[in-house]
């Protein structure tokens, strides 16, 4: 089976007053129809870029650099401007992190949702408007054809994040980038929004991209999981392996640092220091400054170790160290 | 709605019986007009019998309860200068002002609402940039000082354009107005050109500050990645949004060009309100300053509810609250 999304080599900078800074710095992955790969980092670790660059949204200061966007085997980087904007909704979408801000505060709805629909297919108004019916049933939505007259405001917040969700859905594309869409939301909503997106994934085969800063979130819904720090994915491998057997120092200090009822009465362990600045990251691994295992081999830049299951490091820890 | 409706206008009402009072007691105090108006060599007995005519000798509240009776009866007064009632005036001068003004806004709303979106949906481009420094002189430069430059430039100069004063009147439909006549149009188009610049500036630095506001928000990039193009998120997400402060602002453009494009009228001699009121303060001609201060107050009350109502279709979050 061929990849939904493959990203290689990705490199977007900001040329900012104070020189160059490489947000995404040769980020690759693939994610498989139906599958979810949870892009986890701290802030300004590059992961929002990350998704606005898959769908070439990166706004001036910023560019991309490098890389190829597969998306159907498409290489969107090869597009023309319109050709891209074409694919954007039709065959890869994105949903944004607060429901409260993602749509126009002055305009009905399904007259949002109805636009996004015709500007991909030539239908009339009303069956665009039944396209957004269908697609707020889908995600559970109930009465829909009501919620579709109401203004963003009259929602609740879970309920426009799956509007949002909706309208991303609405054209079937292949891609999904979620940036962070459940991080404004309370934990029962968030619960539930969850346990829809999995359920669309198995039923609908659309890859899903999920941008986030939770690891609990992207432990129970995520198949695949890539770490990134400073700009980098410094690991990558199935939710299972990551989680279980963390090798990069990083990713296994991040899972040390959530805490869980096995361990009660535990002073909770935490990575020393904080997220490096982009503009002035040190030689060699970027997280070198904060990791108990660094070495002086650590001030070149590791690379991968390990196949499907990879990490970005000199010394990746093994069975003993956990 | 209806409610809302009910209780502007009986603010309103309140409003201009305010203004009322405040204005019969400034014009009271700047002095009696009749030292102005008649013959400095006028016996004693002349001058306290036109005082007496006018009223003028009766304490102020007295004479504001007749002015009150006199409007209850339809009376606005009667000028003391051109002797026909006030009312009568001041109608046969609005046409020319509203004709002058009603060309500027359109002048200054079609130019600086396009050109402030652009400005702001290319904020660095050459083109932005001349847009900007054009309205910064829009509204720095005197507006006197332009309308002189403009009458040097096209009139003397060029002679294309004439100098001043408003050209013939022609009908439609059953309106007389110069904008019915060519020559009408060639008296109004500078004048409305010089009294609308001001007016272009601001709404070209209101629409561009909007637009580069707006294009950074969520909604936008929303819209971006669902594959709108440009054209339809400016045209159908962003000018909705960014179209309230216009309204607010253009309302009260409207309403303070209606009352005073006095400088203007003045340059280009046209005889509108906004000369005869100066005219009329010069010759303490108190019905007409006390007529056309209520019906300024009136116009601002009347925009001032257009703009409400305006809000109301503009932004759903809006509700217009009656009662209560």
């Known amino acids: 089976m061929s990849a939904a999304l493959e990203v290689r080599n990705l490199t977007t900078r900001f040329d900012t007053r104070r020189g160059p800074v490489t947000a995404v710095n040769g980020v690759s992955f693939s994610v498989q129809p139906g599958r979810i790969m949870g892009l986890v980092g701290e802030s300004g670790s590059g992961k929002s870029v990350t998704g606005f660059s898959i769908l070439g949204l990166i706004d001036a200061p910023g560019r991309i650099t490098d890389g190829e966007v597969l998306v159907d ?14 694919m954007r909704g039709k065959h890869v979408a994105m949903v944004f992190q607060d429901p409260m801000m993602t749509l126009n505060p002055v305009l009905r709805v399904g007259d949002q949702m109805a636009m996004a629909v015709r500007v991909h297919d030539r239908v009339s108004k009303a069956a665009a408007w039944d396209r957004a019916r269908k697609a707020l049933e889908t995600v559970g939505i109930p009465s829909p054809a009501e919620r579709l007259k ?4 009259q929602l609740s917040g879970g309920m426009r994040q799956r509007v949002a969700i909706a309208t991303a859905l609405l054209h079937g594309p292949s891609v999904i980038i979620a940036d962070e869409p459940t991080t404004a939301l309370d934990v029962s909503i968030q619960g539930q929004i969850l346990a829809e997106v999995r359920r669309l994934a198995d039923e609908t085969g659309t890859a899903i991209v999920w941008v986030t800063h939770d690891l609990a979130v992207v432990s129970s819904l995520a198949d695949d999981i890539s770490v990134m720090y400073a700009g980098r994915i410094v690991e990558s491998g199935t939710t299972e392996e ?13 899972i040390d640092s959530v805490p869980t009822r096995h361990a009660p009465g535990r002073e909770l362990p935490q990575i020393p220091g904080s997220t490096p600045q982009l503009i002035n990251l040190p030689e060699g691994c970027a997280f070198r400054p904060r990791c108990p295992r660094a070495t002086a081999a650590c001030a070149v830049q590791p690379s991968k170790s390990g196949e499907t299951h990879f990490a970005l490091c000199h010394h990746p820890l093994t069975e003993a160290d956990r | ?6 209780q502007r206008l009986a603010q309103a009402v309140v409003v201009v019986f305010a203004m009322s009072i405040i204005v ?8 009696n007009p009749i030292d102005v108006l008649i013959d400095p060599g006028a016996t004693q007995e002349i001058r306290a019998k036109l005082i007496a005519q006018y009223g003028l000798d009766q304490p102020l509240w007295r004479q504001y309860l007749t002015f009150l009776g006199n409007v209850a009866r339809g009376d606005m ?18 046409p020319a002002t509203l004709e002058l003004v009603f060309v500027s806004v359109l002048i200054a709303v079609g130019i600086g609402i396009p050109a402030g979106l652009y400005a702001g949906y290319r904020p660095d481009s050459y083109a932005a940039k001349a847009i900007m420094a054009l309205s910064v002189l829009g509204f720095s430069v005197p507006t006197f000082w ?19 004063g408003r050209g013939d009147v022609g009908s439609v439909l059953g309106i007389h107005t110069s904008l019915a006549t060519l020559d009408g149009w060639s008296h109004v188009i500078m004048p409305a050109i010089n009294l609308s610049l001001f007016k272009m500036g601001l709404m070209i630095r209101l629409t561009r500050a909007g637009m580069v506001e707006a294009m950074r928000t969520d909604y936008v990039k929303f819209a971006r990645a669902q594959g709108l193009t440009d054209r339809q998120i400016v045209f159908s997400h962003v000018l909705r949004n960014i179209s309230i402060p216009i309204v ?63 809000y109301a279709r503009l932004d759903p979050r809006v509700r217009l609250k009656g009662g209560a």
């Open chain 2, 24 to 31: 019969f007691v400034g014009v009271y105090a700047i002095g």
């Open chain 1, 150 to 153: 109401a203004y963003p405001h």
């Open chain 2, 248 to 310: 607010t602002v253009f309302g009260l453009e409207l309403g303070s060009t209606l009352a005073f494009a006095v400088v203007t009228e003045s340059v280009f001699t046209w005889p509108g309100v906004g000369k005869l009121i100066i005219d009329s303060i010069l010759q303490l001609d108190r019905p007409v300053m006390v007529t056309y201060l209520v019906l300024v107050v009136i116009l601002f009350v009347l925009i001032n509810l257009t703009v409400d109502l305006v």
């Open chain 2, 77 to 94: 007064g009667t000028s003391m200068v051109y002797n026909i009632p006030v009312v009568d005036l001041v109608f046969s001068r609005l």
């Open chain 2, 146 to 164: 332009i309308g002189m430059l403009l009458i040097m430039t096209f009139a003397v100069n060029l002679g294309i354009l004439p100098s001043g």
């Open chain 2, 1 to 6: 709605m209806f409610g809302y409706l009910i």
């Open chain 1, 73 to 86: 085997g498409t290489d969107l980087r090869s597009l023309s401007p319109d050709a891209l904007r074409r």
């Open chain 1, 242 to 254: 990551v989680l279980s057997a963390p090798r990069h120092p990083y990713t296994h200090g991040l």
